[in-house]
């Protein structure tokens, strides 16, 4: 399987949302650390993109898991990894097209992976990874906007460490 990173967009989210959307790619939008003596902080991450039907959430990963695969016909996620470092992965199954990035605290950043694409993460590293991610359509358990399958199900994705 041929791998290759999200294309990077320098410009803002909501101009990247509108890009992801109407190519059906992922993208990646870096993000600069704003820092004074007080700490660090990310600021306006999401700005233009979030409505009254989506949801924010965090989530804790730990070291070695793998949570993938699932897809969405309706949402569009917004990853941003915050407490160290995990490896996201997104497949077109229709072009057969693979994506791989590490973000986290030394690579901030969102991503942004719009439907019907699947995706999933793998912890990087011997410590917990946590992702805080926006999702245009909040979560409805009678009915879940969400197809799931097994982190094998696409042979020759490296969830592993890639040794260069």
Known sequence: MNVTAPSRFDGPVAEAFRKATSDRTPLF?????YADDRGWSLMNQLQGVMSGDGQVNFSVQYPGVVKAWHRHTKQTDFWMCLVGHIKVGVLDQDSGRAWSIVIGEKRPGV???????WHGAATVGNEQAGLLYYVTHAYDPANPDEERTPP???SGFPWHVEHR
Do not use: E, R
């Not at 939008?29 to 650390?33: C, L, S």
């Not at 991503?111 to 694409?117: E, H, R």
């Open 29 to 33: 939008v870096p993000t600069v650390h």
């Open 111 to 117: 991503v942004i992976i719009p439907p019907p694409l």
């Open 152 to 154: 094998d199900a696409f």
